[in-house]
């Protein structure tokens, strides 16, 4: 079996057969993280496939320091990030006022009714928010971003990045007691 060490050599001197080991090794995980950012998984396939280009194009910037997973998620979610920006010209953002008290509000007293649902029912829940709620749910509960981190990424204030996250998570509160209503018929 061949290692990555071997595979990032391999990419690195152009051999194309390790292009094709990396992207059998590791399009399935990174199609999960495209997933995440994306809203239909025929998106989430362009994405991986524009972030796989960055690989490819920038393996030689890979010195080896850090888990190589990671410098691949990263470019994965870079990727994301860009096509997101690249469609919210289509998109409404409603900016707030900090007066209004949105807070940085936790999910305490959520997480029994998060238990009850497995993973994939609760990212299908999290995929099928509105594309700004999903994007910075996403950056702030996966990628553990601060709202200033993600206001920058995504060049908006501040206060949208934490009007949008709230939002986020009372849909999901909302669409959560709606199933856990309906399993114990109410």
């Known amino acids: 079996m061949t290692s ?23 399009a399935p ?7 995440r950012y994306s809203s239909s998984k025929p998106e989430a396939e362009d994405v991986l496939q524009e972030g796989f280009i960055k690989v490819f194009k920038n ?26 920006k690249s469609l919210k010209k289509h998109l409404h953002h409603e900016e ?8 940085d ?22 995929n099928s928010l ?3 709620y999903r994007m910075v749910f996403n950056l702030y509960v996966f990628e553990g971003m601060s709202h200033k981190e993600i206001a920058e990424i995504l060049d908006f204030q501040v ?6 996250l709230s939002k986020a998570r009372r849909l999901l509160r909302t669409r959560i007691q709606e199933i856990q209503s309906k399993r114990a018929g109410i």
Not at 74 to 82: C, G, L, P, S, Y
Not at 159 to 164: A, E, L, M, P
Request: include cysteine.
């Open 159 to 164: 206060s949208t990045s934490k009007s949008q």
């Open 59 to 84: 393996i030689g910037s890979y010195e080896g320091r850090g888990s190589f997973e990671g410098w691949l998620k990263r470019i994965m979610v870079n990727t994301a990030i860009n096509h997101y």
């Open 130 to 132: 509105p594309d700004g």
């Open 96 to 103: 707030i006022d900090n007066d209004k008290g949105i807070s």
């Open 29 to 35: 995980l990174l199609l999960g993280v495209c997933l």
């Open 105 to 126: 509000e936790t999910d305490e007293g959520y997480v029994d009714a998060y238990s009850d649902f497995s993973p994939e029912q609760l990212m299908r829940m999290i």
């Open 4 to 26: 990555n060490d071997q595979i990032i050599e391999g990419c690195k001197n152009g051999k194309r057969h390790a292009f094709n080991m990396l992207y059998k090794k590791y």
